[in-house]
């Protein structure tokens, strides 16, 4: 559990009036550590020692319902050559803290260890695999699929979604040095509400239907959603 990220209650204070978010840095700054990792918190910034020098920016956006709060947290990943990479995640929660606490664990079982071993260039948390696209070569840091449903309920997965993700991917051009890609699907009413599929923070707009589509979704009445990060670097 991640509560310990959220020993003192946040005042409505430290939602920055100006800017309009709540910065969490101290909370990610923690969960790094906790990994073995070096920061430096700096004004706005998380100096991050890996394989090389990279800062993290943390945002968390409220919105208050009548039956709780929802909250945005948006993770941007900036490397030493200047580029830079989004992460984003969303849940509720009855208070602030619980939807952001909600929101850390999203990071810290989807993401997080594939950040870390892509950027520090080690296999300790997640498993790879080298993936030939066009004439180059990269290794893919495959995190695991989150899956998130009413009461935990279990939710059977398509199990050749993983293979369509690389089939999609392998048919790309990639000439950059790091690729981050989401997959993100969400099912209530027997019906898909969302399907979304981001290469570098931009849509796919044609791959996101054949997903959709293609797909053997698993039918429920009740709401689950699925989430797959990887990153591939260039070899």
């Known amino acids: 559990m991640l509560r310990k990220y959220f020993k003192r209650k946040q005042k ?9 978010y709540i910065n969490i840095n101290t909370h990610v700054s923690e969960m790094l550590v906790a990994h073995g990792v070096s ?7 998380i100096v991050i020692n890996l394989r090389e020098t990279v800062e993290f920016e943390t945002r968390v956006y409220v919105s208050e319902y009548l039956n709780g709060i929802q909250t945005r947290f948006d993770l941007k990943v ?15 929660g009855k208070s602030i803290e619980e939807s952001i606490n909600n929101n850390l664990q999203n990071f810290s079982r989807s993401s997080l260890h594939v950040i870390i071993d892509a950027l520090n260039d080690t296999q300790e948390y997640v498993e790879c695999e080298t993936w030939e696209i066009g004439r180059n070569s990269f290794k893919a840091y495959i995190g695991k699929l989150l899956i998130k449903s009413v009461n935990d309920r279990v939710i059977e997965f ?11 991917i392998t048919e790309k051009d990639l000439e950059e040095r790091y690729y981050f890609i989401r997959f993100f699907y969400a099912h209530n009413q027997g019906e898909s509400l969302v399907t979304e599929f981001m290469i570098n923070n931009i849509k796919q707009e044609m791959e996101q239907i054949q997903l959709s589509e293609k797909l053997n979704w698993f039918k429920s009445n009740s709401f689950y959603s699925m989430r797959q990060f990887l990153i591939l670097k260039k070899l």
Request: charged share 40%; glycine share 8%.
């Open 12 to 20: 409505t204070s430290e939602i920055n009036d100006e800017r309009g």
């Open 39 to 45: 920061t430096k918190n700096d004004n706005n910034k």
């Open 78 to 92: 900036k490397l030493e050559d200047g580029n830079e990479y989004y992460e984003s995640f969303g849940d509720i």
């Open 158 to 168: 398509p199990k050749n979604l993983l293979d369509e993700i690389q089939r999609i």
